[in-house]
């Protein structure tokens, strides 16, 4: 089993930042993708950006140039820097972990972005 624990949602301005964090715990291995979805009211979960144990970055074009995701592969933990916000990305967002076929996810944190 893998636990995933969300933190660093809430409400911002448009043109504010907020940062995501997502700490893993269980039955992690090695090789793993770590990353963030999002779901808005009324609309389909979406990827937002996804990272593999060796780096390699996937972004939807919607946040390229504005989010960041890195991770900790020492602490199993996963971030997204969020910048240059917008209303378009108010929605729950949440962690991903991709371990072996079977896809993991936290319980969700609201990010609410007024204009």
């Known amino acids: 089993q893998v636990q995933l624990v969300e933190s660093g949602g809430g409400s911002v301005q448009a043109g504010g930042s907020l940062r995501l964090s997502c700490a893993a715990s269980?039955?992690?291995?090695?090789?793993?993708?770590m990353g963030w979805y999002r779901q808005a009211p009324g609309k389909q979960r979406e990827l937002v950006a996804s990272?593999?144990?060796?780096?390699?970055?996937n972004y939807a074009d919607s946040v390229k140039g504005r989010f960041s995701i890195s991770r900790d592969n020492a602490k199993n933990s996963v971030n997204l820097q969020m910048n240059s916000l917008k209303p378009e990305d108010t929605a729950v967002y949440y962690c991903?972990?991709?371990?072996?076929?079977?896809?993991?996810w936290g319980q969700g944190t609201q990010v609410t972005v007024s204009s």
């Open positions: 269980g039955s992690m291995f090695s090789f793993n993708v």
């Open positions: 991903n972990v991709q371990i072996l076929g079977r896809s993991h």
């Open positions: 990272i593999t144990s060796s780096s390699i970055t």
